[in-house]
């Protein structure tokens, strides 16, 4: 099944303690991007990456890092975590070549709790 | 910077009306426009996806229309249920992201 995986699906941490929450599609899609979700701001994007290696920031990067070492992968990291990082995080990829005919599939999200 | 705007915000309804959820779009440059669906806490499922070039897309009770030059789109539901109860959002597809609109909550009552 053609699909984007997220995990966890939910993580409580500490202020400080770093994380990553991994993402992975099964779909050859070059390009992948990070969003987070609140109440009251709707969806921003974080980081995007148009295909293995190359990454650039989106709306609200601070505090976050990326990384596309294989094209299948790309792993959202807080280096140090803070209450203000406490949202609904989605994946998502799509096929970036084909005339954009397909859209965006999203992940199922993580939600992240920083105490 | 494009910004996607969806009216209404909420919308409560009873069961079996038939109706209609906007959005609209201030940068008629986009590749595609996608509406998609979420339960509360949950992730997003793709509804339907609009190519640039075309002007509607349907899917069983779901049918979106894009007018591109005026920057907006519409999501119309049949006979609407009680299982229809999410928020939908519509998204435009730029150079390098997708943009979202605030959403519409729905309620359909039964």
């Known amino acids: 099944e053609a699909q984007v995986t997220q995990n966890p699906r939910y993580l409580i941490t500490v202020t400080g303690k770093k994380l990553t929450v991994t993402c992975s599609q099964n779909?050859?899609?070059?390009?992948m991007s990070w969003y987070r979700q609140d109440p009251g701001l709707g969806l921003r994007q974080i980081y995007y990456?148009?295909?293995?290696?190359?990454?650039d920031k989106g709306d609200v990067p601070e505090g976050y890092k990326v990384s596309r070492k294989e094209k299948r992968n790309f792993p959202l990291i807080l280096e140090s975590p803070s209450p203000n990082q406490t949202s609904l995080y989605f994946c998502?990829?799509?096929?970036f070549g084909g005339g954009r005919n397909y859209g965006y599939t999203f992940g199922s999200g993580t939600r992240l709790t920083v105490v | 910077k494009q910004e996607v705007t969806q009216i209404p915000a909420a919308l409560s309804v009873p069961e079996g009306e038939n109706l209609v959820l906007n959005c609209s779009f201030t940068?008629?440059?986009?590749?595609?426009l996608q509406w998609f669906r979420q339960d509360p806490g949950k992730g997003l499922t793709s509804l339907l996806l609009?190519?640039?070039?075309?002007r509607e897309q349907t899917s069983g009770r779901l049918n979106a229309s894009l007018d591109k030059s005026s920057g907006r789109s519409t999501l119309y539901i049949a006979a609407s249920q009680p299982g229809d109860s999410a928020t939908y959002l519509c998204?435009?597809?730029?150079?390098?992201?997708?943009?979202f609109g605030g959403g519409t909550r729905l309620m359909v009552k039964p």
């Open positions: 998502a990829s799509s096929p």
């Open positions: 779909m050859n899609h070059e390009y």
């Open positions: 990456s148009m295909n293995v290696e190359v990454t």
């Open positions: 940068d008629s440059a986009i590749y595609n």
């Open positions: 609009i190519q640039s070039s075309q």
């Open positions: 998204a435009v597809e730029g150079a390098r992201m997708l943009t």
